[in-house]
């Protein structure tokens, strides 16, 4: 199939608007929606996205601001309408009924209660359907959507301040080693993320909070994984568990004294399998079953290499300091990851932020939403 240059347009303008729901639609995928007229001078009449979570679908946005205008035209979206009742009605009726003429989809919905299902819909009832304009980019904006639903278990980011080496780095007598704008950055990326990841390590020389400052969209559940239960009572994380939701990782060796002290403290305590390879695959696919789509891992090496070791790191953060003198751990390296490829590369604060996704896994785009791109919405500034 031959994509016009408006096509192109279109569909690139409805990712760009996919991404405004961005923290606010998960664990449903980030979609966008754009109708035009038909003819030989198309223009666009109806725009939408899918706004928040169990809201109206970008289709049915697009469809109400487009009004007749919409009949005989075409409808871009980047992802599979739906064709079954959830929340909402299926999105195939309403395009049907609005007389919609042509659709086009940027990739298929892995769900399986959609799944082809909802393209065969619509060509069953006389519109034409073309597939895979943008597919690139709309695989990589749902991504951490398509992990969930195929393999059970959440998108993982890792990030980390790497040394002039490229290894993780961690200054003498210096609690922060990436700037202050680069720390704001994460704190911004904390808050659109369903789940905040660290080892009990981490959890006891930093005795961090793990929560967005300012608050994000999204209150991300804070998960220490605690093998040994080491994490104290009198942790800034157990102690504000009663306001900001703490689960606490452990196994069957967990000594039962202190697991009845971190439950009447607030936090939950899950006790996974004995698993002598590491028991972060079991907590992910307890994260999963959670509907967790995005979990931030904020660990040290430790955690790090184990979260590497078993193949479950999707995409990297990766903050690159000329900060003098830091320790530079050569086991978690830039150089050394496994398949990774940079696909930004920005300066934040004099630090030099490197994102990118790893194996063959499609990395979600960079968060962030661009100026204009959600014009009239109530999510623009979310």
Request: with cysteine; charged share 20%.
């Amino acid at each position: 199939m031959a994509f016009s240059a408006f096509d192109s347009a279109a569909m690139l303008r409805a990712v760009e608007l996919a991404r405004c729901g961005e923290g606010l639609v998960e664990p449903n995928p980030m979609v966008g929606a754009v109708v035009a007229t038909a003819g030989a001078t198309p223009c666009i009449v109806g725009e939408g996205w899918h706004e928040r979570f169990g809201g109206p679908h970008a289709e049915v946005i697009a469809l109400a601001a487009a009004g007749d205008r919409a009949r005989g035209g075409t409808i871009y979206v980047t992802l599979e309408p739906c064709c079954h009742h959830g929340k909402t009605p299926p999105c195939t009726d309403a395009l049907i009924a609005a007389g919609i003429a042509r659709a086009v989809a940027a990739a298929a919905d892995p769900h399986p209660l959609v799944a082809g299902q909802g393209l065969a819909r619509l060509a069953a009832a006389g519109v034409r359907v073309d597939v895979g304009l943008a597919e690139e980019e709309a695989l990589r904006l749902t991504a951490p959507y398509r992990r969930l639903v195929t393999r059970g278990r959440p998108w993982v980011i890792a990030k980390w301040a790497a040394g002039p080496g490229g290894g993780l780095g961690s200054p003498p007598g210096r609690r922060w080693l990436s700037s202050e704008a680069s720390r704001a950055l994460v704190h911004q990326l904390r808050g659109r993320v369903d789940a905040i990841l660290v080892g009990s390590g981490t959890a006891l020389v930093d005795d961090p909070l793990l929560t967005p400052r300012p608050p994000g969209p999204r209150s991300p559940l804070r998960v220490v994984l605690d093998s040994r239960g080491r994490l104290g009572i009198d942790s800034q994380l157990v102690r504000t568990a009663a306001g900001a939701p703490l689960l606490v990782a452990t196994g069957p060796a967990a000594d039962p004294a202190w697991v009845s002290r971190i439950r009447a403290a607030g936090a939950e305590v899950w006790i996974g399998p004995d698993a002598p390879d590491g028991r972060l695959p079991e907590l992910l696919a307890e994260l999963g079953r959670r509907n967790c789509t995005n979990v931030l891992l904020e660990g040290g090496p430790t955690l790090l290499r184990a979260a590497f070791a078993a193949g479950a790191v999707d995409e990297a953060w990766v903050f690159v300091t000329d900060c003098a003198p830091a320790i530079s751990d050569p086991s978690v390296a830039i150089h050394d990851l496994p398949g990774l490829s940079i696909d930004t590369v920005d300066i934040v604060g004099g630090d030099i932020l490197l994102r990118g996704r790893l194996g063959t896994s499609a990395a979600a785009p960079p968060g962030g939403v661009t100026p204009g791109a959600c014009r009239g919405s109530r999510s623009a500034s979310g």
